[in-house]
């Protein structure tokens, strides 16, 4: 689900570009394993797959349309899986596991457990979507879609250590209420690993 557009389809600025990346997942670009391998989730327009396809990682998007990212079909570094996530069918990606798992805009609550499992050891989960309250702001407004105070904490937990989370209202791209949260799996993180793109 993409705030302004339709929801499934993806979302394009006003001149057909992709949409920057969340502010979120470039601050905590640097908490994912050098080299490792990406999973965007929903990827819409690959906002988040060009950003790491930039940064040198390979990545796997998963959406239910090819068209936001037909310009990177091509390049051997990426690949697209073309699924419904919400059908009701086997999770497409089999037993895949990532070091980073990226979601942004996105809430099927069937599947969390599933996105968790997808962390490899040693790797991070970046999600950050709408929550409870966003409806005084706009679309969405359906509480299917909007994540309840503390359920991306539950969600993670027992199983990824939580890197930082928030929860709250932001100014950009648009004012927004939303939930966030960096977590990773096992020992790979460092604590002393910089998380502004310093070394």
């Known amino acids: 689900m993409v705030e302004v557009a339709e929801r499934g389809k993806p979302s394009v600025t006003p001149r057909g570009h992709p949409e920057k990346p969340s502010d979120w997942v470039v601050r905590f670009a640097s908490a994912v394993p050098a080299g490792g391998a990406v999973l965007d989730l929903a990827c819409g327009t690959g906002r988040h797959s060009r950003f790491f396809l930039e940064r040198g990682h390979r990545v796997t998007g998963v959406d239910r349309y090819s068209a936001g990212v037909s310009d990177l079909l091509g390049r051997e570094d990426f690949s697209l899986i073309e699924a419904d996530l919400e059908s009701g069918g086997d999770w497409p990606l089999g037993a895949r596991q990532f070091a980073a798992v990226l979601v942004t805009n996105y809430l099927f609550r069937p599947i969390l457990h599933r996105i968790v499992g997808s962390v490899s050891e040693g790797g991070v989960l970046i999600y950050e979507t709408f929550a409870e309250g966003n409806a005084r702001f706009g679309r969405p407004r359906n ?20 890197i930082a989370y928030e929860h709250g209202e932001v100014a950009r791209p648009a004012p927004a209420l939303v939930q966030r949260i960096c977590a990773s799996r096992g020992s790979g993180y460092s604590a002393g690993r910089r ?3 310093g070394s």
């Open 143 to 162: 509480p299917d879609f909007l994540l309840r105070p503390g359920e991306l904490l539950r969600a993670v937990e027992g199983t990824l250590a939580v």
């Open 195 to 197: 998380l502004d793109g």
